[in-house]
Structures are given as structure tokens and as C-alpha cells.
């Protein structure tokens, strides 16, 4: 699987892709500042050859900031899973205001 994510100024968003893989057949969990994406690609056809990869396989991918989990969002769109994760309030950049005295 490959995966991989960047930074906006509100959210983390991990992109990774999933060939042959089904929603059905998708698990994300987010626990203790892990991301885990669980797939299987199964084969469903008796092969008279087979190059590609069937089975079961995962991805981690620990996350360098604190999000709001249940503002969490996923697609899936043509194979390619992308998930936003919005930063939790505390980790956002806050202006401080500066008053003269």
C-alpha cells in the first residue's frame, strides 16, 4: 500500500492507495495517535497466471499532531482512500492579541 499525507493549516490528509480494494473490505481505526488502514484484496477468480498481490495488509501511520477524532472523514474514489483528519483545537495556531498599557 502506498501512503502518504500532508499538512494544511486545519488538517492532516493521508492519502493511500488501494487497488482491487472494496469499501466492504476497508478498516481505519485512529487509537493513541496512530492511524491503522486495514484492506484485503481478494481474489475472487481461479488464475491461469497472477503477478499481482492478494490478501490482507495494513499501513500505520503515526500522526505528528493531536486530531479531532470524531470530526474525521474518509472516501474512497476510484481505488484511492483519502482521509482528513481535523487538528484539535489546542494544536491550531491561535493570534495573541497584545495590549498597551
Known sequence: ?????HET??????????????????????????????AEKKEGKTWYMRKRHFGKYSGLMELPFR??????????????LEIKLPKAEETKPRQIEVEVQ
Do not use: N, Q, Y
Open 9 to 38: 493549516k486545519d488538517e492532516l490528509v493521508i492519502k493511500a492507495d488501494l487497488p482491487g480494494t472494496v469499501r466492504d473490505d476497508l478498516h481505519i481505526t485512529l487509537e493513541d495517535g496512530t492511524l491503522r488502514i486495514e
Open 1 to 5: 500500500m502506498d501512503m502518504d499525507g
Open 67 to 80: 486530531v479531532a477524532a470524531e470530526k474525521t472523514s474518509a472516501t474512497l474514489d476510484k481505488r484511492v
